[in-house]
């Protein structure tokens, strides 16, 4: 049984449970519990089935916070104002950052140990907003804290090396859980590779086919094709430069902060800043329509 999805929930808790270890102590008590919650996660992103039926209940959230930001009062950044008002509701952080490109792994774990979600300006399969997609639909899905768990899969690291189809290495529970590579040969026990949801690339490709009114599949795969001005250059690679993020303002003000930069200059991690004020604004407007 290589595939997760053949797998049951003991084989899989008991497999992460003998090759990953925490890298605290304050994590080796609970250990054991949270193994077997991964297990869940893996099996449910490993069943389309089960990871459609709760997707298309995210999606019609998410699209109804979109409409009234974007669609309704013209508002740019507007997903990012969604996953900003949504975060608190499922657990996680209520503050959304930008990860710009290849980070090093300190400032990756930075944000998500403090429960951060994030967009993901890295390349275009691989998704802007996937990740946050995928554990925003585990939170809704399960009753246990799943942020929680997105705050310690980056906590516990393997013993062993795994196989990314190019390369060997010790990996996080985070690498086997939501960022595998694309690939059929999957082996759980021995490789990071999968076609499915496990993958951010199946999940960008994929999540649009899955319902025939699938709003957020359509959105995080048009914005891996969108071309165009600033970062979205011809190319598979997606990046903001320090011009770029310098010289946008909102406002009469700067749009970005930059939360740390690469010894080069270019940021490497980043906040809007402007987006508390753009939603106070959007709720005082809406509010006065009610009204």
Partial sequence: ???????????????????????????????????????????????????TSVATQLSENLEAWYVDFREKDGLRGAFSMVLLSVAKEYGFAKEVRILNGQVDHQTFADTVTKKILFRDVFTRPHGEFTHAIQWLTMALAFDFDVAELYK???????????????????????????????????????????ET?????????????????SWLGEFIYNRSQKHGSGHYVANMNVRMSKDHVEGREWGGKPVYEVLKASAYGAPQAMRKIALDERRADWQGKKQKKET
Avoid at 19 to 44: C, G, H, I
Avoid at 161 to 188: H, M, P, R, T
Avoid at 197 to 213: A, G, H, I, M, S
């Fill in 1 to 51: 049984m290589n595939k997760i999805a053949d797998a049951t929930i003991d084989d899989i808790s008991s497999f992460l449970s003998e090759n990953f270890a925490p890298v605290t102590a304050e994590l080796q008590d609970n250990k054991d519990s949270d193994m077997v919650k991964y297990a869940k996660l893996a099996r449910f992103l490993s069943h389309p089935q089960s990871f």
């Fill in 152 to 194: 310690n899969a980056v906590l516990y690291k393997s013993t062993k090396n795994f196989s990314s189809g190019q390369s060997q290495a010790k990996i996080y529970i985070w690498n086997f859980l939501v960022d595998c590579f694309q690939g059929n040969n999957e082996n759980y026990q021995t490789n990071i590779l999968c």
């Fill in 197 to 213: 949801f496990r993958c951010p690339q199946y999940v960008t490709q994929n999540l649009k086919n899955l319902t025939t009114n």
